[in-house]
Structure formats: C-alpha cells, structure tokens
C-alpha cells in the first residue's frame, strides 16, 4: 500500500534546530568560597590559588561542579574526578560540566598544532610572532611541579597577537572544513572541550592565570564565530577584548576587570532568557544562547606512577590530546613528529645525553650567531641542521636517543626509513621560511642523509667561525678518507642538496632518457645516493660545492660537477675527482637532480638510458622530446604567469561581493608576493637587457 507524503505526521519529528537552554547568572565570587575550599582539599588537586580562582570562577553551576570535586573520607579518594592515563603518570580532571565562553579562555595558543610550521630563530625570516616555549610550572615554595603550565610572553599584545595567530591558523586549517559555526548555530556544542591551566608571566614579572583548549580548539573559535556573524577578525577581536582585556595595561587584571566581564556575562544571559520568551527566536538570541557556556572538562590534578607530583606536564598533555584523536586528528604528521621529537629532545637533556646549549639550539631558541658562541661549531642554520643529526644519529648518546625515539612513537624497529621521517620536520626546521621546505622534508624523510658512514657511527661537527673555509677544511680531511669528515660532508651536502632541490623524494616515475628537470637515469633514495657520492672523490667535491654555494648564497657560486669514475670519455681518459668539463673547458654546473644520479653511478646511468631508448623506439615510450629545456621552460613560465594573472583578476572581481578573504589569508598572500618578487628578482638577474624602448600599455592586460 503506497503512502501519500501528505499524510504522514511530521509532529513527532525531531527538530532541525535545538533551542538554547536559560542559563542563570554568573554566582558572584564571594558565594564560590566552598567550591573553592573544595577543590583546594581534593588530595590530587595539584593547582595554586589563582589557578583554583580561574576554575571556580568559570562554572555555570557550583553546586554541581562541587560535588565532583569534594574527597570523600579520610582516604586520598579523587571523588568524582575523571582518571586519564598518560605517558608517566595519571591526569586527574573534573567531570563535564558547563562552562562561561567569556570567562578565562583562551585558544590553544600554545600553537602544537603548528609546531611543524613556526619559524624558529635560526631562521632567516624570523617569525611574526615571538616564539612560545612552555614547560609544566614548578611551584616556587614546595619546588615540586604543579598541573599547570608556565608561559613566557613579552607583554598584553603579544598574548593578543598570539591568540589571533591561533584562532585565524585554526580558522584557515584544512580548508576551513574544521569550522563548525553552522553547527554551533543549529546545535551549540555537545562534545566537551578539554581545558588546562597556563600561568602567563610577562616580562614586566606580572602574572596571569587562564584556561586553554587542549582539545576542542576548532569548537572555541567557532563558538567566538558564531557569536560575531562568522567573520575571523571579528571573533578574534571580540575573544580578547572579553578575555584578556585592555593589551595596553601592564599591570594584573584587578578585581574591577573581572567584575566587568561578569557584569557582562549576566546582561547577555538575562537577554537570552528573555528572548528564549518569545514566540520566535531571533537570531541574537540563537547567537548569544549558543554561545553563552559551553561543556568542558577541567585537568586539576597530575600524578606520576609513583604518585609524586607528574614532572611532565607536556608530554602528558600531548599524550592526552593525542590518544582523543587516535582515528581522525586534525594534526598533520608534521606536527606530530615535531612534538614527539621535541619531547625526546626534553628527555635527552633531563637524562644529561646533551647539554643545556645543545637543547637550546635544537629546539631553535637561539639564532646562528648565538649557536657559535655556545658551541663554537659556523654560524650558518646548516650547522643548526647538521646538529640535530649527529645528536640523533652519532652522538655520544646515540645509543639513548634511539631507545627514546622508539619509545617515543612506539617502534618495534628504529631504521633509517623511520628515523629519517620522524626526524625531518625538526632537522629542517631552520629552513621553515624556505619555499621548497615541503619538498626537502619529503626527500628528507625518505631515508635522508642516513648512510652507512653517518648510521650508528661517530662523528662530530668541525668548529670554525667561517663556513665556507671550515667547509673547505672538511673537503680536505675528507679526500685524506678522515671518516668523521666524510660523514660530516655527506650531511652538510646532503642536507644542503635536498634544500635546494638537488635530491627529491624517489616517488612515481622519474626514468628519463635525456637529462632534464624532475627526471632522472635510475631511481636512487636519498642515502643510497649519497652513499655513492661519498664513495668517491668527485661525489665528495660535488658534496661540498653544493654545500658551498648553499652557504654562500651568491648567484655567481654555483654547484660544479666532477667525474665519480676514471673512465674514457669521446676517446679521453678522465679520472675520479677531476672536473666535469663542457666543450668551452669550463666546469659545468649542477643544474638537475639528474646530474647527482648520472654521477652516483655513471654505468648504471649509461645502462639504465640506453634501455629507455630502446623501450622508446620500441614503442613503450613517447620517443625522444626534440624541444630544446630552454623552450619547455620558457612555455611552462609564460603559461604560469598567464594562470597566475586570470586567477587574480577574477578574484579581485571577487572582492566587493565576498570580501578580500577570496584571497585567502594574509601569510598566503605574502608568501605569494615574496614569490613574485623573486621571480622578478630572477629575470633582472639573468634575463636579457632591452636595448630599445618599452612601449608600455596599460590596456592590454588580460582579465578574463
């Protein structure tokens, strides 16, 4: 029997939008007292006075939140408090419970999420924001460490500065496709955010107390969204102006600021019970009753396994965090490895396996004028570079640091494949700014300058206050078969050639039977490459002159090419070491990845393109491309630059109808005019000059 669609009673069908619940007033802090007396006496409680402020402060219903935290008897009973098992220990958080969004929270501005991404200060292109180092905060009088964590920020804009940093990273993540402010508007929030404790000691020495997302990051910024009409800056504006107050002040937030805020909070809950009223919502009273509280649990308390106050708070946290999204997480492998390492870092320098200097340099807190004062070792971030790899691979705790690395993201194995992809993104991290740094990471991680002579055996760093002449004086040790001096060679080089695009990852096919861009005569992973340049004395001057001119930073340096084999070439005899000559006795330079393979292995290259010729007239080929590189080049940047100038005039078309945000956010937008700027920078240098006028006109640009 059909049924009519008419027919059916839709009266029982759940509805599309959920109503705001009526939320009561703040409880003014005064009536808090036994709340707070409670949680002071909870046995796990590991939090100081303002912090306990900062978590009673906040609640929506005490009464409730009491009854979590009260111990019950003599014995060190927890209450209600919910257990987490972490790395070291136990976290100890109260229960869901709802929350005022206005009241002490700040986002994630501890940015581990784009830990992978934040420039360090070996830099070359600092970073637009200070760096955020955080450790767990150890409490003055007891001296034991407390469940909270200890920031140090320059001043009230800087915070500012850096809650916006987060908020828009957030907001511009993935796409946009972990914002959730339709759902907020529709819904509110369901799932609980997880909040920890932050002390934020500026550098005037005074002290503020918040609560940050640990997990729930994407739900809080769009809550902020949704309460401001879904516009980034908005939201951004209107968190600090609630949260932090005046970043002009500099002085702690006094009694009368956290009054006003309340006072504030009370006026939106009264409007929203009095819109809740009314027949028909409005769309103020959907935006403020969404976004009025908001459910969380709250980290108070951190054991470790012996039930002494948890030394490491970061690596619980992060455990935490981590163990929410074990399916789907929001972080990029980037971002985990970063903080793993980072944390193995931590453990090496508590467990003495390097020195105080050396960890400080790792995790980029000084630049490359302070790395030579401290450990003597060049100046340049190569160096930076190379540290990391001898401190992983062949320091004095080599042995330690492979243990803590499969502890660390739970290997059975360490090889060189795993080490090399964990190691990347904090190994290049000196080179963040850098366009190709995705591109070195991938070549990187895909084994990379891990060769037998660097795996697993000693070698050291060479110290010297010139680069260059230290580079020279490793050359020269090296070609004397000093060990320590090919490694070290083959890392510098190494690292240098996959930054500049000499070495990419081995993905797809790259087979080639002429010598051209983004092809090569076999297939070579990263360290098996290196290890036949480092076998021989011209791979080694090939090492080092890419090295070379990767320090230098001179158009007029160049890479140069050195035969690997005595073999006879168009009837001459040459020999292993001597340059690679073109018909004008110059030494021709390092142009391609090809050059670095054919040389590794000048038979198996020779072999390996006469077999691709064979396979093209053969028919399994496209036959030989007659285009000379220089025309292919040219048509790929005529073609770019013709794409790049549409696509911006459609989207300033764009403009008045959907904002300047078509563009995307305005790191994107400087990346791509840096880029433009040294192409520019690129046709001046080497591009023919003209000998006749220009005649220049304006109309004949292309806007389709």
């Not at 503020?208 to 980034?232: C, H, K, P, Q």
């Not at 009264?270 to 459910?295: C, M, Q």
């Not at 997480?329 to 200097?357: C, E, F």
């Amino acid at each position: 029997m059909s049924m009519n669609i008419d027919d059916i009673d839709d009266g029982n069908l759940p509805p599309s939008l959920r109503r705001p619940n009526p939320v009561p007033d703040p409880v003014p802090v005064t009536q808090l007292r036994g709340l707070r007396k409670a949680l002071i006496e909870n046995p796990v409680n590991s939090l100081d006075d303002n912090a306990v402020n900062v978590v009673t402060g906040g609640v929506v219903e005490p009464i409730r939140l009491r009854q979590m935290v009260e111990a019950r008897g003599e014995t060190a009973d927890s209450g209600l408090l919910l257990n987490k098992p972490v790395v070291g220990g136990t976290l100890y958080a109260v229960g869901q419970h709802l929350r005022f969004l206005d009241l002490d929270v700040l986002p994630d501005f501890i940015n581990q999420r784009w830990a992978h991404q934040l420039r360090t200060a070996m830099d070359v292109e600092p970073s637009t924001t200070d760096p955020v180092t955080y450790e767990t905060l150890v409490d003055k009088e007891s001296g034991k460490p407390l469940a909270m964590f200890v920031v140090r920020v320059r001043d009230r804009k800087a915070l500012a500065a850096l809650v916006a940093d987060s908020m828009r990273k957030t907001f511009h993540a993935q796409g946009q496709k972990n914002i959730y402010t339709d759902s907020v508007l529709q819904q509110g929030v369901k799932e609980p955010l997880t909040l920890f404790l932050v002390r934020i000691i500026f550098d005037d020495g005074t002290e503020e107390t918040y609560l940050v997302t640990g997990d729930g990051n994407s739900r809080f910024v769009s809550m902020w969204l949704a309460r401001t009409g879904g516009d980034i800056d908005a939201a951004i504006a209107a968190c600090t102006a609630a949260v932090i107050g005046s970043v002009d002040r500099h002085e702690p937030r006094r009694p009368t600021d956290l009054r006003i805020t309340r006072a504030a909070v009370k006026e939106m809950a009264t409007r929203v019970r009095n819109g809740l009223a009314e027949s028909i919502l409005t769309e103020e009273t959907r935006r403020e009753g969404h976004t009025l509280t908001f459910p969380a649990i709250v980290v108070v308390g951190a054991q470790a396994e012996d039930n002494t106050p948890l030394p490491d708070l970061v690596a619980a946290r992060d455990d935490l965090v981590a163990s929410i999204h074990v399916h789907v997480t929001p972080w990029t492998d980037g971002a985990q490895h970063t903080q793993g390492m980072q944390r193995v870092y931590r453990h090496a320098s508590r467990s003495k396996l390097i020195t105080n200097s050396v960890y400080e340099v790792l995790l980029g807190q000084v630049g490359p004028a302070a790395m030579y004062d401290m450990l003597k070792v060049p100046g340049h971030r190569l160096w930076a570079s190379a540290l990391h790899q001898r401190v992983v691979l062949a320091g004095p705790g080599a042995t330690q640091m492979n243990m803590l690395i499969k502890q660390e993201f739970g290997m059975g194995k360490a090889d060189r494949q795993r080490i090399s992809a964990h190691l990347a993104p904090m190994a290049l991290s000196p080179y963040r700014s850098s366009e190709n740094i995705d591109q070195a990471i991938r070549a990187f991680g895909n084994g990379g300058t891990i060769t037998e002579m660097v795996w697993k055996r000693s070698w050291d760093l060479t110290t010297g206050t010139n680069p260059l002449d230290v580079l020279d004086d490793i050359l020269q040790r090296a070609e004397a078969g000093e060990h320590s001096a090919i490694a070290e060679l083959t890392v510098l080089g190494g690292t240098a050639a996959m930054l500049d695009g000499y070495i990419t990852r081995d993905r797809g096919s790259k087979l080639g039977a002429t010598r051209e861009s983004g092809k090569a005569p076999f297939r070579a992973v990263p360290n098996k490459l290196l290890h036949n340049l480092a076998s021989t004395l011209g791979g080694l001057r090939m090492l080092h002159s890419i090295a070379y001119a990767h320090v230098a930073a001179d158009r007029a340096i160049l890479p140069k090419q050195f035969h690997t084999a005595d073999r006879e070439i168009d009837g001459v005899l040459v020999r292993d070491g001597e340059p690679h000559l073109d018909k004008a006795g110059a030494t021709k330079t390092i142009v391609y990845e090809w050059d670095l393979v054919y040389a590794s292995h000048p038979v198996e290259a020779e072999a390996s393109i006469a077999a691709e010729k064979q396979k093209q007239r053969d028919g399994g080929g496209a036959g030989d491309d007659l285009t000379a590189e220089d025309v292919r080049q040219r048509r790929n940047l005529e073609g770019g630059i013709k794409n790049a100038v549409k696509a911006a005039n459609t989207l300033a078309k764009m403009v008045p109808s959907r904002s300047r945000d078509v563009f995307g956010s305005a790191e994107g937008v400087q990346t791509l005019r840096d880029q433009l700027k040294k192409i520019d920078e690129i046709l001046i240098a080497y591009g023919p000059h003209q000998t006749g006028l220009l005649d220049l006109d304006e109309d004949d640009e292309d806007d389709e």
